[in-house]
Nanobody, 132 residues
Framework: QVQLVESGGGQVQTGGSLTLTCAGS????????IGWFRQAPGKERAAVGC????????????VYSDAAESRFTISKDYTDNTVRLQMNALKPEDTAVYYC?????????????????????WGQGTQVTVAS
């Protein structure tokens, strides 16, 4: 069964850091485009960034939305079938439920999408709260 599970959320102070992990089961996660998204209360789900599913690129090439502001880093790990979102210099406005999602195409090559509509399978989300 294809499943994504996010972990690593929690509460931190402004300026703190968190690393979220998206673990895949039932499929080879690093070979799919994986997106990270977040949804704050009363707001639409928005992209944070994504990473390609190109099997020729061991590290992958991430793409970030403006919201990441060079504070976030996305990476993938073939050894434990995960994609991680490292977040530094966190701000109260980063408070949201964070989701990872995969698209349909295996080993699609370079590039990824920072659009909700491009992803078909989602995790349950993990809460990130940044206290001021």
């Amino acid at each position: 069964q294809v499943q994504l599970v996010e972990s690593g959320g929690g509460q931190v102070q402004t300026g703190g850091s968190l690393t979220l992990t998206c673990a895949g089961s039932g499929f080879h996660l690093p070979y799919y485009r994986i997106g990270w998204f977040r949804q704050a209360p009363g707001k639409e789900r928005a992209a944070v960034g994504c990473i390609d599913g190109d099997g020729r690129s061991y590290r992958g090439v991430p793409v970030y939305s403006d919201a990441a502001e060079s504070r976030f880093t996305i990476s993938k790990d073939y050894t434990d079938n995960t994609v991680r979102l490292q977040m530094n210099a966190l701000k109260p406005e980063d408070t949201a439920v964070y989701y990872c999602a995969k698209d349909l195409v295996f080993n699609a090559g370079p590039g990824c999408y920072v659009k909700v509509q491009k992803y078909d399978r989602w995790g349950q989300g993990t809460q990130v709260t940044v206290a001021s």
